[in-house]
């Protein structure tokens, strides 16, 4: 059974029932996790349809972030309705740093709403839905994960879903608290060192200055250089003079260091499974190229200049 983009469900317990029939086995060998958000925007006041918003995330995510697909596997809408977005054989693009391998990766959902306090309230027909997927994966020994777990500068799923009320209700324990009012707790972004962001030119293309910025966010020598390369056709992509060629023996440091977050091979040496990984890490059509200019340059660009990477 193959994955059916844009088809509709009116409700979890009919999704969880489809999705259990053609992916349980997958999603017992290949599903990690469980990751939780919501769009913020659209929120609530949307008047257009689940289907509509879920195909305008989609346009966006492609179009204007250059990602392969709809970030999110599912949207789940303000009626409890479900769309299906990217394959749940791809990585989502949820939480950078957490989107996992081609074989062991979370199922991520986007709750149409911004759930943040004061704004829209996750309940009714939305939270049933929420809850059978929720309830479905838990059963399943995935473990749940809202975005702001995995990156404290966001408070998604908004700060007015508290974690504990949330995992009460799909555990089915007691819950204590004021459910119209739960309380949350976000760590304060504050305490912790903000990360330094770069001021590049978005345009794809790999330099001494990308480089450079990469350093600085990653902690090694800032020189815009990346030393003891081989010659090929990554290492051949790049711009400027930011590529120091030489027998590859040692490799570079700021290569060794980005290899290790995105959770690649760790030799110090540019090639397609570096790039490869960063694509899948990124969320840009994965084809272990470099482009001239490149997609996935540009979304490392937008990442350093945010802080992100
Ligand atoms: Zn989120």
């Known amino acids: 059974m193959a994955w059916i983009k844009n088809k509709v469900f009116k409700n979890g ?20 996790e469980l990751h939780v958000h919501h769009t ?5 006041s949307n008047k257009q349809s689940l289907l509509q918003l879920h195909e ?29 977005g990217r394959d749940i054989k791809i990585m989502p693009a949820s939480a950078f740093g957490h989107n996992g391998t081609p074989n062991w990766h979370p199922f991520m959902f ?29 059963n399943k ?27 009460a209700k799909v555990t089915g324990k007691k819950v204590t608290q004021n459910e119209s009012a739960p309380k949350v707790e976000i760590k304060s972004s504050t305490t912790k060192k903000s990360k330094t962001k770069a001021n590049l030119k978005v345009d794809g293309k790999w330099g001494n200055s990308t480089t450079e910025a990469l350093q600085k966010a990653l902690g090694t020598t800032q020189d ?39 959770g690649s091979n760790v030799d110090g040496l540019l090639g397609p499974n570096t790039i490869g990984r960063l694509q899948q890490n990124l969320g840009t059509p994965y084809d272990k190229k470099l482009s001239r200019p490149s997609a996935v340059v ?12």
């Open 56 to 84: 305008n995330m989609r346009h966006y995510h492609v179009g204007t972030r250059g990602w392969q697909d709809i970030g999110q596997h599912v949207s789940i809408g303000k009626n409890g309705d479900a769309a299906l």
């Open 40 to 44: 913020w925007k659209p929120n609530h």
């Open 141 to 167: 020994g995935k473990k749940i994960r809202f975005h702001r777990e995995m990156d404290n500068h966001k408070s998604c799923p908004g700060t007015g879903i508290s974690k504990d009320w949330y995992m």
């Open 298 to 309: 540009k979304e490392l660009q937008r990442r350093l200049n945010a802080g992100k990477f």
């Open 110 to 138: 986007e709750m149409i709403g911004d759930f943040d306090k004061g704004h829209d309230k996750l309940d009714g027909d939305q939270l049933d839905t929420v809850m059978a997927i929720s309830q479905y994966f838990n």
């Open 224 to 262: 815009g250089i990346i030393s003891n390369q081989y010659d090929n056709r990554i290492t051949r992509a790049f711009y400027g003079t930011t590529i120091h060629f030489s027998d590859g023996k040692k490799g570079s440091m700021v290569v060794k260091s980005m290899q290790s977050k995105i």
């Open 13 to 32: 317990t009919e999704f969880v029932k489809w999705l259990d029939k053609n992916f349980g086995k997958y999603i017992e060998d290949h599903i990690s």
